[in-house]
């Protein structure tokens, strides 16, 4: 990676320390004292839980990102040390960055993939233009996709170093496209070697991830109750125990548990109880009074429900099991009440659109019992399916109103003990998750009288079989709940917006010594971050300035060295961007580390146009050795900060309130001084 | 069809032209000028040619209009229309395709095709009879049944209304901006509509109130959208089959057409993006001829209507891009032609300024200035505005009012919240239920005045009534401790370590202590943002804080809704997170003290500026918060173009009038394929022009109408749909159809190319004109069955639902989700 040095383009006139030198700075500022402070640091909290999570090979499930990161730093904690010198910065000199890299957050993990993506594809564009196809032009190929694809995995935000490798990349095949001296078979073979490389394979990659997340963890944990049923019943422990066994075609007779497959604002089963709808709701509308029906989201006796045939009156499975399929009329009987499921033209109590869903009780006021329901299986695949336990994601529909049962979300009062409003949707406004259940826990019902039955109800289900989903179904699953869970978007002490993060207008305090004032902050040395936003507009000022006299044919920079300027510009700048810029649409809580990444390629700017003001803008002997001395103060100015702020960087010295104070440059900063 | 072929075969006599010898002079001019109508099918061919000939012999400085396109080839030899590539497919293609090395044209064809000028004339009259035709048959499409029903539909339930508030100019709030409704108010007023009836909920019959005007309005606007799609598509590919095959699309699109007859924003909304489309691409055909009069009138045309669009609603924003766009590139390309002076560059720069960022803000603020100034009585919208600008409103208790300037101790007060619409302070004789924090009296805010928005401001540390005439007025300063007594019920406002009801990261805030008696858990300290210390506190223009002396945290509220017990008031908190945000900020709006003297509110009269941007603050808050609810059905935009379900306008039940909004499925569905079509094509083109493959002329020419015009609209296309995949409000299927009229103008274009070029792969030019009639004729007419299928959602259906074979809609529901 240090390679990336050499290239013209970033080697600047003053700072001739070498590679070697170089690396070792970069080691010993970030290894320096890294078993200290030995206490849980900020995410950390998070992270070395996930950890832990792996170590006991439980499930779990984090919205942030894909399992690579935090595979990477378990497998650092399984060798026992940490894997902390990744993170390659020419200056040396960055407290944000190494403060970051020390401790176990998976930005730095990000950040060194980000470069190496960058890297690799800058290595093969070079051995593009000497030996395509040669071995060195592959092995830089097929690197720029694992390193995107490992970008990806450690979190999401690494999609966008991906696009912009992608459109760089594309832009490239595009002039190779349009390169006439070679043959028709040889752009195709480019073209299908790229898209293998940057396509394929960090797809292949992905997938590769999840399937050793998922070999991995197969325990379940604590965030089992967001997957489906049957995701859930594909882990050890947990569902599964329940569910292992059970029938897989449900038949009349049948006693079910039945889960809502929306499961917001909380995973919960269809229920009901003895209390009754109150006569007359506060707001004073009245309901039918009759049993109420619920979603709850505990395991309860109350959760069981039989499924009757409408024609014939036992309720236990007959020999052999008659199941039942797509389409088919029947009664759920509520197992302890042994009430039927039911739905009338009476307001919900919460919803007043849609229609009350009660266990029917008989008050004999001409107000007679609706309780048929249609069987509609929403992932059938042909119509005469048979409904299956946990696979099977039904509607239930109404067969006098035609209204769907349906969660509506809503909390009832205390009179309905707080648990979910379930509803009888009339205008199906098509298909939405809330009205889909699926059945979870599932046996045959064998005691005809009531008494047996609720013992039999009371007792846990058989277990002999397990039933597996295939891989990609769990992929997908998780997937998608990845991407769709939402954190819930709550002010933290640290949170900040982007517009602080380029000037620098906060910090995140990670640590606090137990008894003295020794602590950990993320913050950035401020005269580098100034001096790359600088260098940022200053890059863009001169492109564009060139860019306006190349368009009136007036070139100041010779071809090669604008397609250079370009191309560092493209990477860098436009790494920058598509790091920082997508933050303003995200609507999660966010903090200073999320600038990272960003700052890393802005970073890398910077020599990229110091070098550009040394060799073009300094034309005459005496401007350029001003401007090397110009650097030079700078530096040392960048190391004296950097030197004054290193103690909220290691944290390794208790500092007084006084010097705490003289070292809040900015009123913006929190740090943490203790009143003794 | 006869235009269509007699330019094929222009094209193909064309071709035996020389070569054209590449250079700058001062006849490039007219020659343009001239260039421009040989393009068109019917300008005879022998004027066309001597025009051709006559350039030959043009000296060699003559570059200077050619600002676009590829370098022309390094020699003179190349064929003639590397010289005259056009600016984006503007008149372009037809030279193109005029020219070539394709000597193998037929002599034979040249003399049949020549027209005489009478027959010119009579073409011309051809093509103002077709858009005569096609305006016609829009306009009876639209207007058909236009009083049909005569009940609320859908939501002119909230633009009628809306309409009626400015006739009746009482101040009310929406989250778009003001021209479109105030438009419809416009038409309603001149139509004799007098503003009383009431707009309460869809299905309410209009009786003897005169709507017709304001529907008539609509439909006048939402019929114009066909004529405009015609002129657009015949200026972008100068072919008229390809303009009328996109208004049959236009005309015979049931969506389009529900759309377009109701009093709805939408249909004034589609008018200015067409009409700025229009305007936009008629002012880069003139780009020959820059500063001639009908090049100034198009390019402030095109301003004034994206004025137009942004008035009407926020999605006006993206024809505004498309023409940002093609004006940035269009300046890019002035700025590369070597030949203009950078003078004459910013001569261009500055006209565009002006015309299209100078003007468009200057309409689009002042129809702010005419809403303002109509909208003067206090109405619905004023509890969504700051106390500053309710004083403007008359009937409104802020209006001429006087109160005491500075707070004083005894002062009895309302605080509002200075973040719109989270209304006032206020606590009331109801406890927080067991388990919510400590059981005491609950604080909330609330958005209307009542007596429970009442505050004493008392000192913290003696509960003396400061109103007793032997105390001196003491003013309250900023930074003073203070204590803050619930006039109604004398409780103090109080906070403590419990967590608050709803944001369990804050502390709660309650009413606590009997008769002003409490604790110390009773004193804030006032703070005045951006104040010294020691400053008194202004009565409405003091931003002030209030800081829990015991916690350190900040009184502020999350604007988050209480359950039943809290009355669905807002959730007050104590946040222990000090930063500064609107959330913590508050102002003092009611203020009554006998011992100190009124001043007029008048001071406070905010200036223009100030009310534009409140407003625009208060829209975009009211559109953020429009948010989908978890547990409801929503439209998603991968809905659209499939068009997936559509939205109940009227009616549910077999019983009723039912009108629904759904797209004729015929058209969305040829669109969607025209879209993928185009795509593939567009990129097997541009690859092949890449590669250096040598195209045949008439190829060239249709690819570059097909690139250039086409690419135009599926940038349209792109620009009016994909940002509604980013936006977090909820979305209704209607938000597509801006989008679907530039996929309906894609489609017309891209079938004709697909067509002509097939047509020139086959040999015979009998078949090929044949092929070429038939493809053509039997788009138009399935698109038109496919009207007569669909018409009934559009114009209403009575009788049993479509799943009932006994309906006239019986089979025609294809997909299981369109439920009419």
Avoid at chain 1, 40 to 68: A, N
Avoid at chain 1, 338 to 360: G, I, K
């Amino acid at each position: 990676m240090l390679g990336f040095l050499e290239r013209p383009v970033v080697v600047t006139a003053d700072i001739n320390l070498n590679v070697v030198a170089l690396t070792a700075v970069g080691l010993l500022s970030r290894l320096w004292q890294l078993a200290y402070p030995r206490a849980v640091v900020f995410d950390e909290v998070y992270y070395g839980q996930y950890i832990s999570f792996y170590m006991k090979r439980i499930f779990f499930l984090d919205g942030s990102g894909p399992p690579f990161g935090h595979m990477l730093l378990a497998l650092g904690g399984y060798l026992g040390g940490f894997d902390g010198n990744f993170l390659w910065n020419r200056i040396g000199a960055e407290n944000a960055l190494i403060t970051q890299a020390r401790l176990m957050l998976l930005e730095s993990v990000l950040i060194f993939f980000n470069l190496l993506a960058v890297l690799s594809y800058l290595k093969f564009a070079n051995s593009q233009k000497q030996r395509p196809f040669s071995l060195r032009w592959w092995f830089w190929l097929t690197l720029t996709g694992m390193a995107c694809s490992c970008a990806v995995g450690v979190k999401y935000v690494g999609v966008f170093t991906y696009l912009l490798v992608l459109a760089v990349a594309g832009v490239h095949a595009w002039h190779l496209i349009g390169d006439r001296t070679l043959s028709h078979v040889r752009v195709l073979c480019h073209l299908l070697a790229r898209a293998a490389a940057l396509l394929v394979v960090p797809a292949l990659m992905y997938l590769l991830f999840f399937y050793v997340h998922l070999t991995l963890v197969c325990r379940s944990g604590p965030h089992d109750q967001i997957m489906s049923s049957a995701f859930q019943a594909s882990l050890e422990g947990g569902l599964a125990r329940i569910t292992q066994g059970q029938p897989l075609e449900v038949a009349y007779g049948s006693q079910v548990t039945l889960k809502n497959v929306f499961g917001k604002p909380v995973p919960c089963w269809l229920h009901s109880h003895q209390s009754t709808y109150p006569m007359i709701y506060e707001n004073g509308r009245g309901s039918s009074h009759q049993q109420q029906v619920t979603c709850y989201p505990f395991k309860d006796v109350n959760n069981w429900w039989i499924v009757k045939d409408p024609g014939r009156h036992p309720l236990v499975v007959s020999n052999p099991p008659r199941p039942v399929r797509h389409g088919d009329i029947v009664q759920l009987v509520h197992g302890m009440t042994t009430r039927f499921l039911n739905t009338h033209d009476v307001a919900a109590p919460l919803s007043p659109h849609s229609q009350e869903v009660s266990c029917y009780v008989d008050y004999n006021i001409s107000m007679p019992s609706q309780n048929l329901w249609r069987l509609d299986i929403v992932n059938r695949e042909s119509d005469t399916e048979v409904w299956k336990t946990i696979l099977s994601e039904v509607r239930l529909v109404h067969v006098n109103t035609s209204a769907v049962l349906k969660l509506s979300g809503a909390h009832l009062p205390d009179w309905g003990f707080r648990q979910l409003e379930v509803v009888g949707e009339k205008l199906s406004r098509g298909y939405h998750e809330s009205m889909v259940w699926n059945v979870e826990e599932h046996r045959y019902g064998k005691s005809q009288e009531q008494k047996e039955r609720e013992l039999e109800l009371h007792s846990p289900a058989q277990m002999d079989v397990s039933r597996n989903l295939s891989f990609m179904a769990r992929f997908l699953e998780l997937q998608w709940r990845m991407l769709t869970v939402k954190s819930d978007d709550s002010e933290h002490k640290y949170s900040s917006s982007p517009l602080d993060w380029v000037t620098l207008d906060t910090s995140i305090a990670y640590w606090l010594h137990p008894r003295t004032s020794a602590q950990i902050h993320l913050l950035g040395n401020i005269v580098i971050w100034a001096s790359a936003g600088l260098a940022t507009a200053v890059y863009a000022l001169l492109f564009f300035w060139y860019l306006l006299r190349r368009r009136r044919c007036i070139r100041d920079l010779p071809e090669g060295c604008w397609l250079r300027w370009v191309l560092a510009g493209a990477l860098c700048a436009g790494g920058w961007a598509v790091n920082y810029l997508p933050f303003f649409l995200m609507e999660k809580t966010l903090f200073l580390y999320h600038y990272l990444p960003a700052l890393t390629f802005q970073i890398l700017l910077l020599p990229v146009v110091l070098q550009h003001v040394a060799d073009h803008l300094c034309r005459s002997p005496l401007l350029r050795s001003v401007f090397g001395s110009l650097v030079v103060a700078w530096y040392s100015c960048a190391c004296h900060v950097f030197n004054t702020l290193r103690p909220l960087t290691y944290g390794d010295r208790s500092l007084s309130p006084g010097e705490l104070r003289a070292l809040r440059w900015k009123d913006t900063w929190d740090i943490l001084i203790r009143k003794y | 069809m006869l235009c269509a072929t007699s330019r094929l075969l222009a094209a193909r006599t064309a071709t035996a032209l020389p070569a054209q010898p590449r250079g700058r002079g001062p006849g490039a001019r007219c020659r343009r000028r001239e260039l421009h109508f040989p393009g068109h099918p019917e300008v005879p061919l022998g004027e066309f040619l001597a025009g051709r000939l006559a350039r030959s012999s043009v000296s060699a400085s003559r570059r200077a209009i050619l600002r676009r396109g590829r370098m022309p080839p390094a020699v003179g030899g190349g064929p003639a229309g590397s010289e005259l590539r056009p600016r984006r497919g503007r008149c372009g293609p037809q030279v193109t395709r005029a020219v070539g090395p394709d000597v193998a044209a037929e002599p034979a064809a040249r003399s049949p095709k020549r027209p005489a000028r009478g027959s010119r004339r009579f073409e011309a009259a051809g093509r103002w009879a077709l858009l005569a035709l096609v305006t016609l048959l829009s306009f009876a499409t639209r207007f058909h049944r236009l009083d049909e029903p005569p009940h609320i539909c859908w939501d002119e339930t909230h633009f009628g209304k809306m309409g009626s508030y400015y006739i009746n100019r009482t101040f009310f709030f929406d989250v778009h901006p003001p021209l479109g409704k105030m438009l419809i108010g416009l038409a309603g007023y001149l139509s004799g509509y007098d503003g009383t009836f009431l707009f309460q909920k869809p299905g309410d019959k209009y009786e003897h109130h005169n709507y017709m005007g304001m529907r008539g309005f609509c439909a006048f606007l939402g019929s114009l959208l066909v004529p405009f799609a015609y002129l657009t598509v015949l200026e972008l590919s100068r072919s008229l089959p390809a303009a009328l095959l996109s208004a049959a699309l236009l005309t015979f699109d049931t969506g389009c057409l529900t759309l377009s007859q109701y009093i709805l924003l939408d249909p004034i909304l589609m008018f200015f993006i067409m009409a700025a489309m229009l305007s936009m691409v008629k002012y880069n055909s003139c780009a020959d001829r820059p500063f001639s009069a009908p090049w100034w009138f198009w390019l402030s045309l095109t301003g004034i209507n994206l004025a137009g669009a942004l008035g009407v609603k926020f999605v006006g924003l993206f024809i505004i891009l498309q023409v940002g766009w093609n004006t940035i590139s269009d300046l890019w390309h002035l700025f590369g032609d070597l030949s203009l002076s950078v003078v004459t560059v910013g001569k261009h720069l500055t006209a565009r300024v002006l015309c299209l960022i100078v003007l468009p803000l200057t309409l689009y603020t002042a129809t702010y200035a005419v809403h303002f100034m109509v909208l003067n009585k206090s109405g619905p919208g004023d509890g969504f505005f700051s106390s500053a600008f309710q004083a403007r409103l008359s009937g409104n208790n802020l209006h001429n009012a006087s109160i005491p300037e500075h707070l004083a101790y005894g002062s009895v007060i309302t605080v509002k919240k200075l973040r719109m619409a989270i209304g006032y302070l206020h606590s009331h004789r109801h406890l927080y239920p067991e388990g919510i924090g400590a059981r005491q009296q609950q604080v909330t805010t609330y958005l209307h005045k009542d007596y429970n928005n009442l505050w004493i401001i008392k000192k913290h540390n003696t509960n003396a009534d400061p109103l007793d005439p032997s105390f001196p007025v003491e003013f309250v300063r900023h930074g003073d401790i203070i204590r803050l007594e619930h006039k109604e019920t004398s409780r103090n406002l109080h906070s403590h370590y419990h967590e608050a009801p709803l944001t369990r990261k804050h502390y709660q805030v309650t009413g606590y202590g009997i008769n002003g008696t409490g604790d110390s858990n009773d004193f804030w300290r006032i703070e005045v943002v951006n104040r010294k210390f020691g400053n008194r506190i202004k009565v409405l223009r003091s931003r002030i804080r209030l800081i829990h002396l015991v916690t350190g945290c900040v009184l502020g509220s999350s604007g988050k809704v209480l359950p039943k017990w809290g009355w669905e008031q807002l959730e007050v908190t104590c946040t222990p997170y000090l930063k500064e945000t609107l959330n913590s900020i508050w102002n003092v709006e009611d203020h009554i003290n006998p011992k100190l003297p009124n001043i007029s509110l008048d001071v406070l009269h905010p200036t223009f500026p100030e009310i534009l941007l409140e407003s625009h603050m208060v829209m975009i808050r009211g559109n953020n918060g429009l948010k989908p609810k978890d547990n409801e059905f929503t439209s998603k935009p991968w809905h659209w173009p499939i068009n997936y379900q559509g939205l109940r306008f009227s009616g549910i039940n077999d019983t009723d009038f039912r009108v629904y909004l759904l797209g004729n499925p015929v058209v969305w569905w040829l669109n969607l394929l025209s879209i993928v079509l185009y795509v593939l094509l567009g990129s097997i083109i541009a690859i092949a022009v890449q590669r250096g493959a040598h195209l045949p002329a008439e190829v060239e020419g249709l690819s570059q109408v097909l690139l250039q015009g086409g690419g135009q609209l599926l940038l349209g296309w792109m620009l009016h749909y994909f940002p509604f995949f980013l936006m977090g409000r909820i979305l209704y299927f209607h938000h597509y159809f801006p989008a679907m009229l530039f996929s309906s103008m894609l489609t017309g274009i891209l079938w004709d190319t697909v067509l002509q070029l097939c047509a020139w792969s086959l040999a015979s030019p009998f078949l090929a004109r044949g092929m070429y009639a038939a493809g053509l004729l039997s788009l138009l007419l399935g698109t038109a069955y496919s009207f007569y299928l669909f018409h009934p959602l559009a114009y209403g259906m009575v009788g049993p639902l479509a799943q009932d074979p006994r309906s006239p809609m019986a089979g025609l529901r294809w997909l299981e989700s369109w439920d009419f």
